[in-house]
């Protein structure tokens, strides 16, 4: 079983930004779509932004032009830039594969400061 473990979050002051990182504990990424996921308390786990087996990447348009996913596979690692960060993007942030094939993580949360 592939497991996740996110990091990088933590809190910043609006306008700041983090970067996120998710390994996965073996190779799942070579022919998977990878996406970061977030969930506010109380609301559903939307999807952030996904990338690619050869790099295309889509974002949801309430992160479109501030973050960035990127993806190294010889490490096994996704990445997420957030830049230009605002209180609403206060959330557990996720890695996983669209679709969803494996146990979700434990995520790394995300905290915005007016």
């Known amino acids: 079983q592939v497991q996740l473990v996110e990091s990088g979050g933590g809190l910043v002051q609006a306008g700041g930004s983090l970067r996120l990182s998710c390994v996965a504990s073996?190779?799942?990424?070579?022919?998977?779509?990878m996406a970061w996921y977030r969930q506010a308390p109380g609301k559903q786990r939307d999807l952030v932004a996904r990338?690619?087996?050869?790099?295309?990447?889509n974002y949801a348009d309430f992160v479109k032009g501030r973050f960035t996913i990127s993806r190294d596979s010889a490490k096994n690692t996704v990445y997420l830039q957030m830049n230009s960060l605002e209180p609403e993007d206060t959330a557990a942030y996720y890695c996983?594969?669209?679709?969803?094939?494996?146990?979700w993580g434990q995520g790394t949360q995300v905290t915005v400061s007016s």
């Open positions: 990338i690619s087996p050869i790099g295309i990447t």
């Open positions: 996983n594969s669209v679709p969803v094939l494996v146990s």
């Open positions: 073996r190779s799942m990424f070579t022919y998977t779509t």
